[in-house]
């Protein structure tokens, strides 16, 4: 919380939406000879640790990487015990009320069990009014998915094409409402972003580290915040 002193004096320009790939929990089990299994949970308990931090400093808008339309390619009792743990927290509905934090998922749910959709409806109804943290689950989210869905939904509604601006794709998609965001972390050192949020990621700015997610602390945050706010983004100008 160091940079929380200093904010008052303008040192610090806080992100106004984080977005994080929450990578590198097999990594971090298998050098603990763990099973996959524990450094999902490992990460689930940092992600509770990271969100409510965001809160607590102010980050408007959290958007966390959990499960991506590609990891269904995994051995079937990884993506079930994945569900597992997002089970549970849906099941652990304090989470939200107490934090004032609104919790949205992004991402195509269709394919997801029945009572994992009935969990993630009722903990944004739950949490619907909280005025704090705008934590964004993309779970079965992809980028192209994604676009493809805005797509589809231009088509149906029979806009004409002439009509069609960068808004009306932004309006169609998952994030809809929400500004993009303007700083993406990855840990576990991989320097790509996996699909996630490739519309939206147009101008932010970037934060990579070897870190794998279960070790990430508020400290790293505070860190890659300290770093956003040294960089000059131009935005294409001068
Ligand atoms: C991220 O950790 C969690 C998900 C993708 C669901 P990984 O499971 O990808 O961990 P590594 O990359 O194998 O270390
Ligand atoms: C990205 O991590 C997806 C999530 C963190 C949910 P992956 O581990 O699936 O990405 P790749 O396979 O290394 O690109
Ligand atoms: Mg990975």
Not at 113 to 137: Q, R, V
Request: hydrophobic residues 35%.
């Amino acid at each position: 919380m160091f940079f929380k002193k200093k904010k008052p004096s303008g040192d610090i320009i806080l992100p106004e939406h984080i977005a994080i790939i929450m990578d590198g929990n097999g990594r971090w089990a298998k050098k603990r000879s763990l099973p996959r299994t524990a450094g999902h949970a490992a990460g689930s308990r940092t992600f509770k640790t990271i969100a409510r931090y965001c809160n607590k400093i102010g980050i408007k808008y959290l958007t966390v990487y959990a499960f991506s339309t590609e990891n269904w390619k995994r051995p079937k009792s990884e993506v079930d015990n994945i569900m597992n743990i997002l089970r549970d927290y849906l099941k652990d509905t304090d989470n939200f009320k107490d934090e004032n934090i609104k919790l949205e998922f992004i991402g195509d749910r269709a394919p997801l069990a029945d009572d994992i959709k009935e969990l993630m409806l009722k903990a944004e109804a739950d949490s619907a009014d909280a005025t704090g943290l705008h934590l964004n689950i993309a779970l079965n989210y992809g980028g192209r998915d994604e676009i493809v869905h805005a797509v589809k939904s231009i088509v149906k509604e029979g806009i004409d094409p002439e009509d069609i601006t960068e808004q009306t794709i932004s309006d169609r998609l998952y994030t809809a409402g929400q500004p993009d965001p303007d700083f993406i972390i990855r840990p576990s050192g991989e320097y790509r972003l996996s699909n996630y949020m490739i519309w939206q990621a147009a101008y932010a700015e970037y934060w990579f580290s070897d870190i794998l997610w279960p070790d990430f602390s508020p400290r790293d945050l505070d860190r890659a915040i300290e770093d956003f706010s040294r960089r000059n983004r131009r935005f294409g100008g001068v």
